[in-house]
């Protein structure tokens, strides 16, 4: 049927393009399961694994690191 879409099971994985958002599960600093977090998918890794290269979003502009974090200054 056309417009609807199935859930996906547990390990199912969709088709992945540069540009998409996706849900990453990113551990705690103290390595203890943490939840999932946005991330722009940029580019596929070269080589036998689903690797990408990501760029993280955030809303915790406090702990930006100077010289290190973009921060998007037109949309704060």
Do not use: N
């Amino acid at each position: 049927m056309a417009g609807i879409r199935r859930p996906r099971s547990e390990g199912e994985v969709g088709v992945k393009k540069p540009g998409q958002v996706a849900l990453v599960p990113f551990p705690q600093v103290d390595l203890t399961p943490g939840k999932p977090r946005p991330v722009l998918l940029l580019a596929r890794v070269p080589g036998p694994y689903e690797d990408w290269l990501v760029c993280m979003f955030s809303t915790k502009l406090h702990q930006a690191v100077q010289g290190f974090d973009e921060v998007d200054q037109y949309h704060c």
